[in-house]
């Protein structure tokens, strides 16, 4: 509980003292990419810039079919992720952040009624709660309350990350989904760089070894975690880099669903088609880095994904083809290895060794 108190403080006072912008960061590890889609870049124009100044991100957490949605972020900060969700809610949807940091509270508060205003709603549908990611159960908050939870750079921070899955999961409607993007190491981060408080804050010696994640998303009850989009993090500080040592970092999406999913990528003979119809979705559907569906296009996928589409609110954006009654072994091409900017997906069109490789590499899922 000491070195969890520890670790609480330094952060807060990283985020809430030391950092007064974006600017201040001494690394990219918590910044975002500029390629945002047309319809994400209107809504974030609409937000204050006293929120987007106090942003310290490392990805885009906006999933597609948010409409009526009621999302949790986890360690919303100023606020910048919670009210872009807002826009993309609707009036009909909540959209609730959760932060340990007063000041960056503070900056998210006083923006409530604008970001209402600036989206035409009669009322805020937004809310911010002071509290700990691992320890949501002191806030009240409901089980199975939540169709989707989103972080940006966040669960890296926490010093109880296994605790920050399950009440993650705890927190899920059946068929929601944990997505979020975070930074991830190559390797384990020796103990001594865990004590560095400038390496903790700026989400680097916290981040994870990526397989240790995945153990521990299974381990919550996410049995089948999807990379959803990835980059390598060019550190940029020859001080810094000096003391990592050569361990390689990347950002990384991940959406892990809350759903009755087996350990590994089965055959059963089924089959999908996306509609098309997807709002802001255009031509296809990314569900992950290996399953891109191409509008009108019926595509054999394993029981798993057929299970993510089928019991999520995706369901209506796709044609269902097959059943579970007859198991035809793994689904080929399930594969692991490392899942970062190699041909590997985390998913069951895992590897460049399968027959129809080029077919995925085509932009077709495989």
Not at 183 to 193: E, T
Not at 274 to 286: A, W
């Amino acid at each position: 509980m000491k070195h969890t108190r520890m670790k609480h403080d330094d952060v807060k006072d990283y985020y809430g003292k030391v950092l007064q912008g974006s600017d201040d960061l001494q690394t990219n590890a918590c910044c975002t990419p500029d390629d945002v889609p047309d319809y994400l870049r209107d809504v974030l124009g609409k937000i204050h810039p006293e929120v987007t100044e106090k942003y310290y991100g490392c990805g885009l957490v906006a999933p597609m079919a948010l409409a009526g949605a009621s999302i949790l972020d986890l360690g919303s900060g100023s606020g910048r992720d919670v009210y872009a969700l807002a826009g993309l809610v609707g009036e009909s949807g909540k959209v609730v952040g959760v932060d340990m940091t007063d000041e960056q509270l503070s900056v998210a508060r006083r923006h409530i009624d604008f970001h209402a205003k600036a989206f035409g709603y009669g009322a805020p549908n937004t809310v911010f709660h002071k509290g700990y990611i691992e320890r949501l159960g002191e806030l009240g908050l409901a089980d199975e309350s939540f169709d989707i939870i989103v972080s940006n750079c966040v669960i890296n921070l926490s010093p109880d990350k296994p605790a920050v899955l399950r009440e993650a999961f705890r927190l899920l409607k059946p068929g929601g989904e944990l997505y979020f993007s975070d930074v991830y190491a190559d390797r384990r981060v020796p103990q001594a760089l865990l004590e560095d408080p400038v390496l903790y804050s700026e989400c680097l010696s916290g981040a994870l070894y990526w397989n240790d994640f995945l153990t521990l998303a299974k381990a919550a009850g996410f049995a089948d975690p999807r990379l959803v989009e990835d980059r390598v993090l060019t550190i940029e500080n020859p001080e810094i880099e000096a003391k990592l040592g050569g361990i390689g970092f990347y950002s990384a999406t991940y959406r892990l669903f809350k759903l009755d999913l087996e350990p590994a990528c089965e055959d059963y003979g089924l089959s999908v088609t996306y509609k098309g119809t997807m709002p802001n979705g255009g031509t296809e559907f990314v569900l992950d880095k290996g399953h891109v569906f191409a509008a009108g296009e019926e595509v054999a996928v394993c029981g798993n994904s057929y299970r993510m589409l089928a019991e999520s609110r995706f369901a209506p954006y796709f044609e269902f083809s097959g059943d579970f009654s007859s198991h035809r072994g793994i689904f080929a091409g399930c594969g692991g290895g490392l899942p970062f900017d190699v041909e590997t997906s985390g998913g069951c069109c895992g590897g460049p060794d399968r027959p129809d490789a080029a077919k995925r590499d085509s932009g077709k899922c495989c």
